[in-house]
Structure formats: structure tokens, C-alpha cells
């Protein structure tokens, strides 16, 4: 059974960093790409980055680029999402997908919240 799951959701004050982990297991992880996702209320789920599976390309939504870096370690199954200089408007449930061409998997998602 293929089973993600997001950790380190937090309430963080305006410019602060928060380290987001993704911990996959029951699936090869080596051989799936890996993006995270968020979702704020009332807003629809969007993409925020994505890492391919060797790691040599990520890429990044605007609103990421620059504050927030994707890495991950296969040899851990897992991946990351540093972000750092964090706005209100980040505040969003943060889902990790693995995916390939046949499938994707979805954690069940961690609360971040900036707010002062």
C-alpha cells in the first residue's frame, strides 16, 4: 500500500521559514517525479513545485521562486519543502504527490499558517 505523508505544518509569523517533509513508502520512490501542491480556503489546489527523479531539475511557481526550495532523498523516500521569507498568503494545507505516467499518490496534506 502506497502511503505518503506530509509533516512539519506549523504556525510561523510573517517572514519566517518553515521545513516541510514527505515521507513515501510501499512504492519505489526513486522512480516518480515529486510535486507539492496547496491548497488555501476557498481556493483551488495549486502547484507549488516539482522535482524529477534525479533530482538535476526542479521548477516553481512564481509565488515560490526565489523563498522556497524542492529536494529530496531517495535513498529516505522522502522529499522536502524548505520555504523560507513566508507571507499570509501562503497559508494553505501543503499536499505532496508522487507521480509517473501511470499513477499518482497523494499524502494527506499539513497545515501551514503564517500570522503574526
Known amino acids: 500500500q502506497v502511503q505518503l505523508v506530509e509533516s512539519g505544518g506549523a504556525l510561523v509569523q510573517p517572514g519566517g521559514s518553515l521545513r516541510l517533509s514527505c515521507a513515501a513508502s510501499?512504492?519505489?520512490?526513486?522512480?516518480?517525479?515529486v510535486s507539492w501542491y496547496r491548497q488555501a480556503p476557498g481556493k483551488e489546489r495549486e502547484l507549488v513545485a516539482s522535482i524529477y527523479r534525479n533530482s538535476a531539475s526542479t521548477t516553481y511557481a512564481d509565488s515560490a521562486k526565489g523563498r522556497f526550495t524542492i529536494s529530496r532523498d531517495n535513498a529516505r523516500s522522502a522529499s522536502y519543502l524548505q520555504m523560507n521569507s513566508l507571507k499570509p498568503e501562503d497559508t494553505a494545507v501543503y499536499y505532496c504527490?508522487?507521480?509517473?505516467?501511470?499513477?499518482?499518490?497523494w499524502g494527506q496534506g499539513t497545515q501551514v499558517t503564517v500570522s503574526s
Open positions: 504527490m508522487a507521480f509517473d505516467r501511470w499513477y499518482n499518490f
Open positions: 510501499g512504492l519505489t520512490f526513486s522512480s516518480y517525479e
